[in-house]
């Protein structure tokens, strides 16, 4: 493996998945001596303060006259022919289809005309394949942005078919799952903070999410409903969104308004596994299911659909239980199934510990490794 590589990373600044995937990977690629070069309108919110080996390019998007959206795909395009030049990248990595990697194709072609030749690898997260592939005025871009690419990496074997199914692609997409580092993930349980949302020893549920329709919080609040009479719980939203007022009025309706938390937006949403019992998560679809991996990781078993890539992550019957889209009765019997019984939740929490730990960073860090390798060495 070459050493030392000068690698830009592009990827949305926020606590969205591919957000802090790309973000991770470059910390993680830092760590072992590589030069990261972030890319992007604002600082990862992953990032934190200074670190070795790691330098941050801001997308400064000035409002045009002429223009009734500021044009942030060309003026990201010509960001990174800057660092690539000034800072003599080796590689761009991009994270998600649009705009990042049609921005970077057009850089590409945009230094090609200098002499200079940028391999550029495309990893797909999936709203940018299965909700913008649903577009159809989307497609051509897409597609063309993806078969140009010197690389394609999609982080589920579900994504990478869907991909195929929904475009044009003629070239071979390469799975690279996302994955969790185990290290920087506080997975320590705290009974004192438990005892704050659970004064009596209830059990608790936690679902983080940005609250989008596709996640379907309305049907944690259902699936809480028919449970919490029968085995004491209580539930916390962690995150904020469109679907977020529905989901207060519906617990109101409900009367459920004692046993459920909103916490809204916090820094570290993952900061609620440490007094979760269960993960829900009924999502419409899921390419991958970060958060379900995340919280593994802290030990605490998911309940979730069967839905996209997490029937890939999540095991039925193993580190969790997974059902139809919609089944709300079905979840809420395997959430009674995981808490009445204290001895099976305890194995399902090891299971889900040992599941995430085949998702390390440890082990995926070395797959990118190799496709930038492979990648520089035909270039």
Request: glycine share 0%.
């Given at each position: 493996m070459a050493q030392n590589l000068k690698i830009g990373i592009v990827g949305y600044p926020t606590y969205g998945g591919s957000g802090v995937v790309a973000t991770e990977l470059g910390k993680a690629l830092a760590d072992k001596g590589h030069e990261i070069h972030f890319i992007t309108y604002s600082q990862p919110v992953r990032l934190g303060a200074m670190r070795k080996n790691v330098r941050y390019h801001e997308v400064n998007v000035s409002d045009y006259p002429l223009f009734?959206?500021?044009?942030?795909e060309l003026v990201l395009?010509?960001?990174m022919v800057d660092v690539v030049k000034y800072e003599k990248l080796d590689l761009l990595h991009v994270h998600y289809a649009i705009p990042h990697a049609s921005a970077a194709i057009t850089a590409k072609q945009v230094l090609a005309e200098e002499g200079i030749?940028?391999?550029v690898i495309t990893t797909l997260h999936g709203t940018d394949i299965t909700l913008l592939g649903k577009d159809a005025s989307f497609e051509p871009v897409i597609s063309f942005a993806i078969n140009k690419s010197d690389a394609v990496t999609a982080v589920s074997q579900s994504l990478r078919l869907d991909t195929y199914k929904l475009f044009g692609i003629n070239r071979e997409i390469e799975v690279i799952p996302n994955f969790v580092n185990l290290e920087n993930l506080d997975r320590s349980n705290s009974e004192e903070l438990k005892k704050e949302y659970a004064p009596n020893g209830e059990k608790i549920l936690v679902h983080i999410s940005n609250f989008r329709p596709v996640k379907r919080v309305l049907d944690v609040v259902e699936i809480f409903s028919r449970i919490y009479l029968d085995v004491p719980s209580k539930l916390i939203f962690v995150g904020d969104g469109p679907e977020r007022s529905k989901a207060e009025q519906l617990c109101r309706e409900k009367n459920l308004c004692e046993e459920v938390i909103f916490l809204g937006s916090v820094k570290n949403p993952t900061d609620a596994l440490k007094v979760a019992d269960l993960f829900v998560l009924p999502s419409e679809s899921e390419s991958f299911g970060l958060a379900a991996l995340e919280a593994m990781a802290c030990g605490v078993p998911v309940i979730s659909t069967n839905t996209g890539g997490l029937p890939e992550v999540n095991r039925h019957g193993v580190t969790g239980m997974m059902s139809n889209v919609g089944d709300v009765e079905d979840m809420a019997k395997n959430v009674k199934y995981l808490l009445s019984d204290p001895a099976r939740l305890a194995k399902f929490r090891v299971k889900a510990v040992e599941r995430a730990a085949e998702f390390s960073i440890d082990k995926i860090l070395p797959?990118?490794?190799?496709l930038y390798?492979?990648?520089l060495e035909t270039v």
């Open positions: 009734l959206y500021p044009p942030y395009a010509s960001k030749n940028l391999p797959q990118y490794e190799a390798n492979s990648v």
